[in-house]
Structures are given as C-alpha cells and as structure tokens.
C-alpha cells in the first residue's frame, strides 16, 4: 500500500516564509528581553568585581541558551499576530478566503512550525537548558565568591575588603596621591584592631592581585596591647609615628571558576529522568524525617511509645497504668509541688514548642524544594505547549485586528504575556509552598490560555468583530451621547443630479415637523420617570430623522459647493436617546429601582433631551437657510 505523497503547495511556502521571517526577529528581541531580566537580577554580583570580559562573555552566552525556552513562546505569539495582521491588513488574508481557503487551511503551515518549535523547546529544555542552567549558576557562585575590584570612593568608608575599613578624604586621578588616608585593621580581631592615620599615600597591586600595596607617608599608627587580664578596666595601646609606611593588604583579586558540581541538586540543572530520581529520593527522605519527627513527638511529648513488647504490656496492665487518672493526683498534692509541677511543664512546653517549630521549618524547606522539583517536570511539557497555544491565540487575533507592524499586535502581546506571567507565577508560589496541588499550580495558565484560543480561532472562522475598534468606538459614542460630525463631500463624478424641486418641498415639512415637535413635547422641560424608563420608539421623531437622512443623502449629489457646505451644517439626530435604555420591561424596572444606575439613566436621558432641543433648532435653521440658498441660486 502506497502512502499519499505530501504535496506543500506555493502559498503554503509563502506562509511559512512570512512567519519564519518575523519570528527570527521577535525570537531575538524576546531573548533581548529576557536576558536583560536576568542581568537585572544579578547587577548588583556584577559591580566593582572587575570580571574579565570573556567572563562577561560566557555569562551572556549561557544566558542565551537557558532563556530560550521563556522567549519561544512570546516570540511566536507576537510574530503569528503580526503575520495575520500583516495579512489582513494587505488584504492577502481576504484574497485567500475569497478563494475558498478557509482560515483553519491557512494556519496550518505555520501550525506545522509551531509544533515543531514546541518539540525544539522540549529539547531545549530537557537537555541543553540543564546544562547551561548549571553552569549559569556556577558562573554566578564564582562571582558572588570574588572579592570587588578595589576602588576605593572619596569622602566615604570603603569595606569591601575582610576585615579593612579604609578612608581616603581626597584622591589626586592624575598622580594617584591619596590625602588624608584612615586605616582601620581589624584582620586580627576587634581585640587586636589597628588604626593608621596618614596625610598623604599611594596605592598599588602586586602582578598576580593577591595583595594591596598601600605606601603612607607622615603618620601615626594605633594599636593595643595584647593583655589576657580580664579585670582591667583600662586596656593599655601602643602609638607609633612614622614618616613612611607599607601595609601590606591580602586581597583576592582574580575571577576563579570554582566547583560547581554541588548546583546539580537544582531542579532546574536536571533533565526529567534526573528529576524523577530526585523526587524520589527527596519523598523517601522527607517521608523518613517525617516519621521520626512523629516518634518523638510520641515519646516526648505524650510519652507513648510507638512500640511496644508483650512484657511493657503485661507490666503496664498488671499496674493498672492505662486507666491512670492524673487530675487526682494533681489534686492531692500539694500547693508547692502544683507550683513546681506548672513551672516544670510550662519550660517544658516551651522547649517542645522550639523543637517543633525547627522540625517544622526543615520539614516546609524540604516539601518546597520537592514541589519544585515536581512543578519543574512539568514545566518542561507546559511550556512546549505554549508554543502552540500563543500561535493558536496570536494568528486569530491577527486576523481579527487586521494589524500589521509593531503596534497593535506588540500592544497584544504584551497584554496576553503579562496575563500569562502572572497566572504562571501566582500559581508556581502556591503550589510550591504546598497550598494548592501541583498538577493545578503547573497547569492553571495552560488552561486558562487554551480556551482563550479556541474561542479566538472559533471567531476568527466566523469573521466576528470582538477586537474591531471601530465597533468598540461606535458603542461607546452611543452610550455616552457623542457623535461624529457629518461628513458630505463634493463628489468630482455625479450620476444622478438632486431633485431640487422634490427636495424643496421635503425641506419645508422637515422645517414645520421640527417646530411642532419641539412645542408638542415640550424638551424645554425636564422628562418624567415613565417617558425615561417606558417610552418605545418615537415615530414622529424616527419619521423626521429619517426624512432628514435621505434628503441630505440625495442632495449630497449636488454639484453646488453653498449647497454642500449647508449640508454639513445638520446635526446626526440621537433618536434612541429619548426611548427606554432596554426593549425588557422588567429590565427597565430593575434599572429604575437598582441605585445608583436609574440616577445615571436618568441624567443621560436629560442630557439627550436638551441636546435634542438643539438639534431640532439647527435643523430648522439650516432647513430655512437651505431653501433660501436654492432659489437663491436658481435651482429650481
């Protein structure tokens, strides 16, 4: 049996070429990112060590590699929106459905890549992210153990080196004098302190930077006197005055890689199978503490024994000691040995209390560190998934926005990442310490995100507008009373000419429907409670807007630019400003009676009453003026 032949077709290429590109920049951008959290992080390790720059070279390197994990994810995110977008915002996204290519066909390429990226992560993160994890933080172990670079400030104590405070009041850059120059030496214990005191020194380093040279020069120089005996009050020192000086400073200068082979107990220095036998090896051992900690506390505490032989038994029956009543022994003895029996209990109450709040500590410290030898097992699969659920979330919403470029789609993004961060984080914190389930707290962003898009993907199939802001910005003019102004252009090419005769006579009943409404419902007034929340359409006032809308459109075809410069003049007419907020009558109750949404409905349907007021006096200006103006200009 033959297997069909897989056929990749010219637009599938086309696809995959227009994501690959912009993932190969997002990718490098996300790294950028994310590798300048992490030297955010350790900047305060980095300062004043003085670190080689091949150093600072495997550093960045390793950093590299560890995050590529984290930033695959986003990067595909913010490079499906932005293909999607690029896509409908050329029109080549309508092209390919105009030709009977359904969206969920044109995903699939970069599906493809996408799933591919996720095994990529998985490989990453199984095999070469422990690596580099490892020697990330044996990099960092080696520099936290460096001693700083010595660059002593002026006007301040310098302490970066053990067991030397030094002051300098002013240091001369070009000669490299230093003035006023303070020395306290306590290398030898706070006991054995000296204090030098100088006008003026130099200092330099030896060539392999194990020892500070300080030269002095005109000082005096403080120190005590050893004296073993310990009731003196007065502890005699020595003082010396000198015109010259070395001090001799042992410093470790030099960057030194040290072991750090002991780092691969961190869960996020092992691959899963080495996970696996940690977390095994952690349970047993948490589970054999835990149950001595248990023995003791029956012992020590309730003095019972966990274990028992046929003779502690027999002895313990024969004597009657398990009925034994201990409140009527209390009650027979007397009030010293009460006193003495409470005092007793209370310390020991107190010891237990010490002993099991240490027990309890190493136990929390030993159950956090094996949830995060768990959560990081599944890390490995979660995160591969990200890779296919952001492309999953990011290609419907590109071709919902219809966005292309670093605007929307980065504004997105960043919103859909930071929700991510966020889940991911929270739930990592409470299942590590223990307060939620492990497979909850590893997997509440995957299922938080996954629904999110398969609603996307569903709505981009169905070319909903969820994310169209032009939808978004027409309702919420609606609902606080703005409106755009009308737009009429004179148009170069008119097929059909107005009816000027026609409209004449239209705008003369828009002019006396105007004023009879105004009197008639009296706008002047402010509207009851009934008119707010159970008035229903206004055909009167749907019958004036819409007269108005089809005049203004069929003179909108004039050639007269007086002619389209009234036109602009006519207010857009609110007619649903007037009517109920809801076509339900018990949710117009509802909203009447519930505080403080009727004041609200109420204050909006005023404003829209008096707003009406004014329009309806435009139009009836305009409507005169227009007339005017044709005959005026001989229209009809």
Known sequence: MKLPRLYIKKLDWFIIKSFVQLLMGTFFICLFIF????????????????????VLAQFFSLCSVAVVAEALPLAIL????????????????????????????????????????GGVSFYFQNVVSPYAQMKLYTILYSIKQTSPEVEIPEGVFYDQIEGYNLFVQKKDKETGMLYKVMIYDMSAGF??????????????????????ILQLFTGEQFSNIVDQGVNKKNVPYRRETFRKKVVVIPIDGGFDMKDGSFLKANAKSQNMLELEESIESLTHYTDSIGRNNWRGAMRTTFNIRTEYTSQDTTFMERNNLFSLNTDSVYNTAT????????????????????????????????????????????????????????????????????????????LISVAIFILYYLLNTSAYKMARAGEWHIWVGSWLSTLVLAPMGILFTYQSNKDSAIFNTDAYKAFFMSL???????????????IDDPDYNNDYKILEEIHQEAREYKKRNKLKKLPSISSVFFTTDDNKLLSLNEKLENTIEEMGNSRNKKVIQLLNLFPILAPEGIKSPFTIKWLNILS?????????????????????????VTVEQNSKTLMERIVKEKLI
């Open 335 to 410: 009030s010293l040995n009460k006193k003495l029996w409470k005092k007793a209990h209370l310390t020991k109450i107190k010891q237990l209390k010490t002993d099991y709040e240490i027990k309890n500590s190493i136990i929390y410290g030993l159950d956090k560190d094996l949830n995060k030898h768990k959560i990081t097992w599944w890390d490995k699969i979660t995160l591969s998934l990200a890779c296919v659920i952001f492309f999953f979330i990011g290609a419907p919403l590109g071709a919902i926005v219809r966005k292309g470029g670093l605007g929307y789609p980065v």
């Open 78 to 117: 913010l490079a499906s929106l932005m293909t999607f977008g690029n896509f409908g915002e050329r029109l080549e996204l309508l092209a390919m459905k105009a030709a009977g290519i359904p969206l969920i066909r044109i995903m699939m390429p970069i599906m493809a890549v996408c799933i591919i990226m």
């Open 480 to 494: 606080f009373g703005i409106r755009e102004k009308r737009n009429v252009t004179l148009k170069e090419v008119v």
């Open 191 to 212: 006991e054995n302190a000296n204090i030098l005191v100088a006008d003026s020194g130099k200092i330099t380093t030896t060539p392999d930077d194990k020892h500070l």
């Open 35 to 54: 590798i300048m959290q992490m030297l955010w992080k350790s900047v305060d390790e980095f300062v004043g060590k003085g670190l080689d720059f091949t």
């Open 592 to 616: 009447l009676v519930i505080f403080p949404i009727g004041i609200i409905i109420y204050v909006r349907a005023v404003r829209f009453r008096f707003r009406l007021l004014k329009d309806l």
